[in-house]
């Protein structure tokens, strides 16, 4: 198999060790605990579970970088003079998980100078990981442990949210000409594009830091980036709001819109 530094074998193990936890709940061996947060997302008791795992576990590995959370969001003030941190979704897609599509994963990125260095996506009731470090990324499926790169396509493969459908979405696929389109929830999106098996990704709901920070680790890491609408690549630097603005992720150089 190729070969990842230290810091990235553990944030591997570590992810799989979340996924495992997460695992009981979805399998039904322990109770979900539904909660309907002050945001109206859902939390579940697989949520807490995969944050308690994560938070002990970059504590020991890391003692001296601070981690973000979505399940313990740290205020501003001290979070504003962060100049690398760990960015935390222990469950992403936690609609996909109650919906029972398998579609949800562990995300775990580093941040350097607003931005992710390093990060592993893992999709734990499909045994599908991602893992990526400055410039590679592989994906481990089935036991094997292979690199991964985009590819353009005509026409492209459009991978969309199954959960987050939208009426600019809908007017910006009616622009983009010919197209194939797929629905996948969670950070799965970026990794499609990033392994080529999709060639854009377009989003125009809303997201937080820690949906996004590891899926772009992985796309940024075969050479592609995650950019606002006006190009300008997302930033990880600390800001008072954790939300990101709309974003794509593309392989084709040529899509009409940017013409």
């Not at 109650?98 to 562990?106: K, Q, Y």
Request: charged share 20%.
């Amino acid at each position: 198999m190729p070969h990842l530094s230290p810091t990235l074998e553990a944030i591997c193990s570590l992810s799989r060790r979340a996924g495992e936890a997460i695992m009981a709940v979805y399998q039904g061996d322990r109770p979900t605990d539904l909660v309907v947060k002050s945001d109206s997302s859902p939390v579940t008791a697989a949520d807490l579970a995969a944050h308690g795992i994560i938070m002990a576990g970059l504590s020991l590995l890391t003692p001296n970088i601070p981690v973000l959370s979505e399940e313990s969001p740290q205020s501003w003030e001290i979070r504003k003079n962060w100049s690398s941190y760990w960015l935390v979704d222990p469950l992403d897609g936690t609609k996909e998980f109650l919906a029972h599509n398998d579609e949800f994963t562990v995300n775990i990125a580093l941040i350097e100078g607003g931005e992710p260095v390093m990060g592993v996506v893992y999709a734990p009731a499909l045994d599908v990981l991602y893992a990526a470090e400055g410039q590679r990324a592989w994906k481990e499926e089935g036991g094997l442990r292979q690199g991964i790169r985009p590819q353009a396509g005509t026409p492209p493969m459009v991978v969309c949210s199954r959960s987050h459908r939208d009426t600019k979405l809908t007017a910006f696929l009616e622009r983009l000409g010919d197209y194939e389109t797929t629905a996948v929830g969670s950070s799965l999106k970026f990794c499609l594009v990033a392994e080529g098996s999709a060639q854009l990704y377009p989003r125009f709901g809303p997201t937080n830091v820690w949906d996004t920070a590891a899926g772009h680790a992985v796309v940024r890491a075969v050479g592609l980036q995650v950019n606002n609408w006006q190009d300008i690549p997302l930033s990880y630097a600390p800001a008072e709001s954790f939300l990101n603005p709309g974003f794509y992720v593309s392989s084709n150089e040529d899509l009409p819109w940017k013409a």
